[in-house]
Structure formats: structure tokens, C-alpha cells
């Protein structure tokens, strides 16, 4: 099956593009039926999947979360197959498929083509995601992270970003509707789930699967900055919702407004502003996942 691999130059820190070589060499290797695209932008991601959409069978990602989520908005709901080779800051996506980070194994996974078929969320009708998305706190974390650079990276960049956010950050009131059920409180942020982790391997909604048609919701009420910091780092193990200021539900839709002007991020993308309505939208994608 012929594959159109979408490398974007400015993943893993701008070294992305140097890996070309290394890249070919092993596809070369393995015999693969494939063309390079280098993006220039996340707009370039999703027209050159368009504009090819009639000439591949497998679309891969080299790259980032933000890769990923640029083709899986074009893929959704197509008979095409996304893949991944990951090279991002945090492949958060990857890590909750499972999938190798390693790109000679992401590279015999893509020659196998085994074929996952996976939930989506959708934010407003019109954007999808893979893994979660949230506003609040978890908003203004995500824009400090993408805009830091040096030298932090992955889980230390996102790690960073919490505690410079934390300092000046202020609870805010938040109106959520999941199903019959209404909760309006002050909270640190919201976020939904249609996969465990985010932001460099925080399993925010531990028990969230991409082949459940659900999402899981998940709402970190107002706490004092020391019962934060004291709680934060259990959500790498996902045991930050033993807290009774965390809150977990889990519903096919999920509405999400705010008194504040928050943004919502998904996949580490901006998507838009609240208010946001999430439905989750099982099998919309093909996903090419490793061999067990």
C-alpha cells in the first residue's frame, strides 16, 4: 500500500528535518511504497492530505501530537489509515496506542498495517481530536508549553509550564452538562477524554479508552495552591482522582462553559473558545497500530 508520510521540520525541537535520511534509509530498507511531504504549516498538513487523499492508502505522521491531529481532522470518517512515527515533544497519542517510539519498529508497524479502528471526540460539531482536550488552567499550561523552548522538553516543558501557571492563576467558575446532569462550581480547569494521557504522559483520565464510546470527564474543583502542587504529581500515575477535590464522569456528550474567556485546546492544538459541546464519535478512524 502506497503511504504519504507528512514530516514536519520543527518536531523534536527543529531536529525532525535532520532525520530524513535515517528516515528513507530504513523505509528503503524495508521496501516500502512511499512519498515524503515536509509541511510547512498545519494548514499544509491538512491540504496536502486532501489534495491526496485519491492517491494513498496510508497517511503517516512524523512528527508531533499536533501532526497527527492536523491529518486525523481530514481522515475521519474515511476508509484511509493513519500512522505514526513518532518525534514529537510529548506523543502523547502514541504512547496510549501503544505504539513505538522507536522509528525502525514505527516503521515495520506501518509495513504491516495493522488496523485499529478507533473513537474520536468532537469539540462543536466541526473538530475532531484523539486524545483530550480541556480549558481552565489546563488551557493557559498548554499555551505557556507550546510557546516554551529551550531548554525544557517533553514532560519537563509541560512540568514548567504548571507550576510558572500556578503562580498567578485564579479558580474560575465553570458550567458543565454531561447527560441529565448539571454542575456549575469553581474549578481549576476541565478537561475530556477520549484517551488517558496528555501533556508528556499525565494520565489525566486514566480509565478513558479510544474503543469504549465514551468520553471521560474529568474536573479538578477549586483546592488551595498547596493541596495542588502536593496533588499534581499523582497524575502521572493517575491517581490524582482519588482526591476529593477531583471529580470523574463519563458520558457520550459533555457541554463546557465558563464566566472566563477560556480557550480550549485539544491534541495540544487551539481549537476555539468556550463554550464547547464534545460528542464522542466511535470507529471514525483507521489507526495503524504495532503487533502485540
Known amino acids: 500500500m502506497k503511504s504519504l508520510i507528512i514530516l514536519n521540520p520543527v518536531s523534536c525541537g527543529g531536529r525532525a528535518a535532520g532525520m530524513r535520511g535515517t528516515l528513507e534509509n530504513i523505509l528503503q530498507r524495508l521496501n516500502l511504497d512511499y512519498h515524503i511531504h515536509v509541511s510547512i504549516s498545519s494548514n499544509d498538513v491538512a491540504d496536502t492530505v486532501k489534495a491526496n487523499i485519491g492517491r494513498y492508502t496510508n497517511f503517516i505522521s512524523f512528527g508531533g501530537d499536533g501532526t497527527l491531529h492536523s491529518i486525523a481532522n481530514v481522515l475521519a470518517k474515511t476508509d484511509k489509515n493513519l500512522g505514526c512515527i513518532p518525534v514529537g515533544s510529548g506523543n502523547d497519542i502514541a504512547r496510549n496506542l501503544d505504539l513505538p517510539m522507536d522509528m525502525e519498529k514505527s516503521c515495520i508497524a506501518i509495513k504491516n498495517c495493522i488496523i485499529k479502528k478507533i473513537d474520536l471526540g468532537l469539540i462543536n460539531k466541526k473538530y475532531y481530536y484523539l486524545g483530550v482536550s480541556g480549558a481552565g488552567f489546563d488551557s493557559v499550561v498548554t499555551d505557556l ?9 517533553g514532560p519537563a516543558k509541560y512540568k514548567y509550564a504548571v507550576y510558572q501557571t500556578l503562580l498567578t492563576y485564579r479558580p474560575k467558575k465553570f458550567h458543565i452538562k454531561f447527560g441529565e446532569n448539571y454542575i456549575n462550581t469553581e474549578c481549576m480547569f476541565a478537561v475530556v477524554g477520549n484517551m488517558k494521557m496528555y501533556g508528556g504522559g499525565m494520565k489525566i483520565t486514566p480509565d478513558a479508552s479510544p ?3 465514551m468520553l471521560d470527564l474529568c474536573i479538578i ?3 488551595s495552591k498547596l493541596h495542588f502542587i502536593k496533588t499534581f504529581p499523582l497524575v502521572f500515575e493517575g491517581k490524582h482522582i482519588n482526591d476529593p477535590f477531583v471529580k470523574s464522569f463519563r458520558s457520550k456528550s459533555i457541554e463546557i462553559d465558563s464566566d472566563y474567556n477560556f480557550s480550549v485546546y485539544a491534541d495540544g492544538e487551539y481549537i476555539c473558545k468556550l463554550p464547547a459541546i464534545y460528542d464522542v464519535v466511535p470507529k471514525a478512524l483507521n489507526f495503524i497500530v504495532a503487533k502485540k
Open 211 to 213: 474503543e469504549d464510546s
Open 221 to 223: 474543583q477549586k483546592m
Open 145 to 153: 508549553a507550546n510557546n516554551t523552548k529551550f531548554p525544557f522538553r
